[in-house]
């Protein structure tokens, strides 16, 4: 199939045997699951049995595209990579920008998938004419940036890499792939999927070609573009001049930024890590992914202290709260060398900042002790804090704990340290609170991925007149979130054009973009059949794997602890109010009280084929 | 400009990020404390702060959402950032 949008092929790859294989899909395929989340979704349960180990050869993982690839939308240069995460346990997708997204679509490929282990670590060429499995025997151990840069050295610079680094490698289960194109770094963050492919010996994916694609109406699409050109210029401004660090400052005003693992949601000054200073004192240039003028991203140079002249990438506003408000490290400049840390040896830096604040809470309250692990244990202390990261890439002491993520330690530490975990199904959940933010209640205890700030959106939450406490409207809130954030990463879209560019949710804009794309005359409510598709579909790959009821649930704090002081002070979601959305969730949702999706559901969106698993 | 007291509130404003431009002086919190007229709303504030109708501003009141036609308290706190389009 070559209709618009599509390459038409699904690239099959076995490192056990290192057979390649090639398979074209009906466009009916591609019309119910779209591309990106939703082929990824697919393949997964077609192809894993459940109940496997996450490093066993047999899992597989996707890394798919989307008809808006290579396109003119702003934003388009993404692609999702899925597998069962080794930190979760259950289906998994992350996202990345940069040139690569696009470059894969040239290499005529819809979507990458790789399965098995290879006899010896290797990098995989996938180009226009096959794909290769090649030695990475010399590449294994570098950080990800100098592997990237090793294979565009033997390759040629017009192929575009991503790549694990040694926590990848040593299978720590938060690992992260980077790939970097032209200053702009871009990174499938969380999830461990780097590890997995680690497990696999599989230092890196190198991509390379020139196959453009087609698109069925392109003055249609160019003029729904333009039309959105200036909505998207004024809705990322803020982004255009800070990144997402501008996040900072407003969220804490809002009570709502987490700090001493959840200890509090406010902080008198926050300055320290605000986008506000790191544009005055630390910024060198903006950067970008392929085709887009936002520039999010920003080049920083630490201006002084221990890391004076250390040039790197910002520190997200993720990493500013997980690395540092969560474990109280307010300075700019030792979380600019966390980041890299992080960045280079390839670690989540959500989990990593998140794990490291349980541990610290855990050796407050006794529960460890600081001559057992060689580094000291106290909250705002950056050398440990960067010692700890190190130690956690190299599985090295107390690294070995952490490198397990922070549920899996609550395991070994015992029942005491569980009120102090921060964590929904194994993911430790990102800034935008849980207790603050009574969609993000419900969306976090919902989500396929676990604690995801991407699949249930906090963004329409932050806006002027939304009740952020009630729990009214809020499952049906998630449910539609969820269906707009699994078509967005089909597309595949990115996040911050797509809010701010077409829409909070599915609208007209989207289902015009994908029309457009591919010639298919697509309703808003097709598109969301589509998003409820993909969300029930990763629910059954979950299920399969024993995801029930009691699993859609909260860390402790948000149950038991409100919110002590700030503007959000006395925030919480106590269970009977959790109990009472998730009733409701499932109801619209058309599952059982126990989770599962019912059959005439399934029956509906042409699920079938989950029955009879 | 400083009216008598008995016709003027004291209040504490915040401005965050793209916002920050019009705050009156430097300051390490983005903030600074102003006197307005007794009776003042919100917009009467983003208008002394020269801030454009057509700029989108976020408005908190001691911390809660307020709209533009809310009147302001002596010792209020106002802040005011652009709408937030996070994700990273």
Redesign the interface.
């Known amino acids: 199939m070559t209709a618009p949008g599509y390459q038409g092929k699904i690239v099959s790859v076995d490192l056990s045997t290192g057979r390649v294989s090639t398979e074209p899909f009906a466009e009916g395929f591609a019309r119910r699951y779209l591309g990106g989340n939703g082929f990824a979704a697919r393949l997964l349960f077609d192809r894993l049995i459940p109940r496997i180990d996450p490093f066993d050869p047999r899992n597989t993982v996707v890394f798919a595209v989307g008809p808006l690839t290579d396109t003119t939308v702003s934003g388009n240069s993404r692609v999702c990579v899925a597998a069962k995460s080794p930190l979760t346990g259950l289906f998994f997708d992350s996202t990345f920008g940069g040139q690569f997204p696009i470059t894969l679509k040239r290499a005529g490929c819809d979507a990458l998938a790789i399965t098995g282990r290879a006899p010896a670590p290797c990098y995989l060429v996938v180009g226009e004419e096959g794909v290769e499995v090649k030695s990475a025997e010399r590449l294994w151990g570098l950080p990800t940036k100098e592997a990237v840069e090793a294979i565009q050295e033997l390759e040629g610079p017009e192929t575009d890499v991503t790549a694990i680094g040694p926590a990848g490698e040593r299978l720590v289960r938060y690992a992260c792939l980077a790939h970097y194109w032209k200053n702009r770094e871009a990174i499938a963050g969380r999830g461990g999927l780097a590890a997995v492919m680690g497990a696999k010996r599989l230092k890196a994916v190198a991509v390379r070609g020139s196959r453009k694609t087609a698109v069925a109406d392109p003055s249609r699409l160019k003029e729904l573009v333009n039309s959105r050109r200036e909505d998207l210029a004024?809705?990322?401004?803020?982004?255009k001049?800070?990144g997402?660090a501008?996040?900072i400052?407003?969220?804490n005003?809002?009570?709502a930024l987490g700090a001493r693992n959840m200890a509090r949601e406010w902080t008198e000054?926050v300055?320290p890590l605000?986008?506000?200073l790191y544009k005055e004192q630390f910024w060198v240039k903006d950067t970008t992914c392929q085709k887009c003028p936002v520039a999010?991203g920003k080049a920083v140079e630490v201006p002084d202290g221990p890391h004076k002249g250390l040039r790197w990438k910002i520190p997200?506003?993720?990493s500013l709260y997980a690395l540092g408000s969560m474990n109280e490290v307010w300075d700019a400049g030792v979380l600019v060398r966390a980041e890299e840390l992080c960045d280079q040896l390839g670690l989540d830096t959500i989990s990593m900042g998140v794990t490291i604040a349980f541990l610290l809470e855990c050796a407050q309250a006794g529960l460890i002790r600081e001559g057992d692990t060689g580094v000291p244990l106290r909250w705002g202390d950056p050398d440990a804090l960067l010692k700890l990261i190190e130690m956690t890439a190299r599985r090295e002491g107390i690294g070995d704990l952490l490198a397990e993520g922070s549920a899996r330690m609550a395991e070994r530490l015992g029942p005491e340290s569980r009120r102090f975990l921060y964590a929904v199904k194994g993911l430790e959940l990102p800034a935008?609170s849980a207790r603050a933010l009574k969609g993000m209640s419900i969306g976090y205890a919902t989500a396929t991925r676990g604690g995801s700030?991407?699949d249930t959106?906090?963004?329409p939450q932050?806006?002027?007149?939304?009740d952020r406490r009630s729990p009214e409207g809020k499952p049906a809130f998630a449910v539609r979130s969820q269906h707009f954030t699994a078509v967005g990463d089909s597309l595949v879209l990115c996040?911050?054009t797509g809010?701010?560019g077409l829409g909070l949710f599915l609208n007209e804009e989207y289902a015009r973009a994908v029309s457009a794309v591919t010639g298919w005359d697509l309703s808003v409510e097709e598109l969301e059949g589509i998003g409820e598709r993909i969300v029930n579909l990763e629910r059954c790959f979950n299920v399969r794997e024993g995801t029930r009821r009691e699993h859609d649930t909260l860390p402790w704090k948000v149950l038991a602890e409100p919110i002590p002081d700030?503007?959000?002070k006395g925030a919480y979601c106590p269970p009977e109010e959790l109990d009472a959305m998730l009733d409701e969730y499932y109801r619209l949702r058309g599952w059982t009280s126990e989770g599962i999706p019912g059959p005439d559901k399934l029956l509906q969106l042409g699920l079938e084929f989950t029955l009879s698993g | 400009m400083i009216a008598a007291r008995g016709e003027s509130v004291r209040i504490q404003v915040?401005l965050?990020?793209?916002l920050?431009r019009y705050l009156p002086g430097a300051s390490?919190?983005?903030g600074a404390t102003i006197d307005v007229p007794d009776g003042s709303t919100i917009r009467d504030v983003l208008d002394r702060l020269g801030i454009p109708d057509e700029v989108?501003v976020?408005?908190?009141l001691?911390?809660?959402?307020a709209?533009h036609e809310e009147t302001l308290k002596e010792s209020d706190t106002l802040?005011m950032?652009?709408?937030?389009?996070?994700?990273?």
Not at chain 1, 234 to 239: D, M, N
Not at chain 2, 62 to 65: C, E, K, L, S, Y
Not at chain 2, 81 to 86: D, K, R, T, Y
């Open positions: 004024k809705g990322t401004h803020a982004l001049v800070y997402t501008f996040l400052n407003p969220v005003a809002l009570g000054l300055r605000s986008g506000e999010c997200e506003f993720e935008h700030h991407h959106r906090p963004t932050y806006a002027q007149g939304f996040r911050f809010e701010r700030g503007a959000s | 915040q965050f990020a793209t920050s390490a919190t983005h989108p976020i408005t908190l001691n911390g809660r959402d709209g802040t950032f652009p709408p937030l389009a996070g994700g990273a």
